[in-house]
């Protein structure tokens, strides 16, 4: 049996300025589809349903107030 993960989980890479969303187990890329509604900002999909299952936000100290004009029913605070 595999570890359980409470989501959504966000994960800060501070060295690179990137935050990645996770908001489903299904969020992977090697089985997911991405696209790039606006530089630097990358939603991904669950190829199956279409459902968005993360996120993924370059330079997010910059672009992280588009990400949340974007899509406000999501949270792209950083993890505490």
């Known amino acids: 049996m595999g570890r359980e993960y ?3 989980i966000s994960k800060y890479d ?4 990137v935050l990645h969303v996770y908001l489903s187990r299904r969020c992977n890329w090697y089985y997911s589809s991405s696209e790039e ?5 990358y939603v991904i999909y669950d190829d199956d349903t279409d459902e968005i299952v993360g996120f993924k936000i370059l330079d997010y100290k910059k672009n992280v107030d588009k990400a949340r004009e974007m899509y406000p029913q999501y949270d792209f605070s950083l993890p505490q």
Do not use: E, K, Q
Not at 37 to 41: K, Q, S
């Open 6 to 8: 409470s989501y959504p």
């Open 37 to 41: 509604p606006v530089h630097d900002i």
């Open 14 to 17: 501070a060295r690179h300025d």
